[in-house]
């Protein structure tokens, strides 16, 4: 089993900055690729970003790429999302999740382990 706890949201003015943390337990962090994903009210939950095991291959979102990055850190045991440029429509639940396998994916079924979300609000 795995426990993901994130942490960093907050409110911000466009164009600001946040990074968000994903803190894990559990089972081996090296061993599961990660991911990032929102959900804004009245919206289904969408994909962010995710990372692979070794923090080698990164996937984006059009919407987020070239203002978010994702990252891992894998002494301890965290992933970031480093949020730049941001903008109202980023306001969102974030969540962080983690898959059982080494490689990432853009669909939040394919998700084994989930966090309780972050709220991040971005005012215009």
């Known amino acids: 089993q795995v426990q993901l706890v994130e942490s960093g949201g907050g409110l911000v003015q466009a164009g600001g900055s946040l990074r968000l943390s994903c803190a894990t337990s559990?089972?081996?962090?090296?061993?599961?690729?990660m991911g990032w994903f929102r959900q804004a009210p009245g919206k289904e939950r969408e994909f962010v970003a995710s990372i692979n095991w070794s923090g080698g291959n990164t996937d984006y979102a059009d919407s987020v790429k070239g203002r978010f990055t994702i990252s891992r850190d894998s002494p301890k045991n965290t992933v970031y999302l480093q949020m730049n440029s941001l903008k109202p429509e980023d306001t969102a639940v974030y969540y962080c999740?983690?898959?059982?396998?080494?490689?990432?994916?853009?669909?939040?079924?394919?998700?084994?382990?989930w966090g309780q979300g972050t709220q991040v609000t971005v005012s215009s």
């Open positions: 999740a983690g898959r059982r396998v080494s490689w990432y994916s853009r669909a939040d079924l394919e998700y084994d382990y």
């Open positions: 559990g089972r081996t962090f090296s061993n599961i690729a």
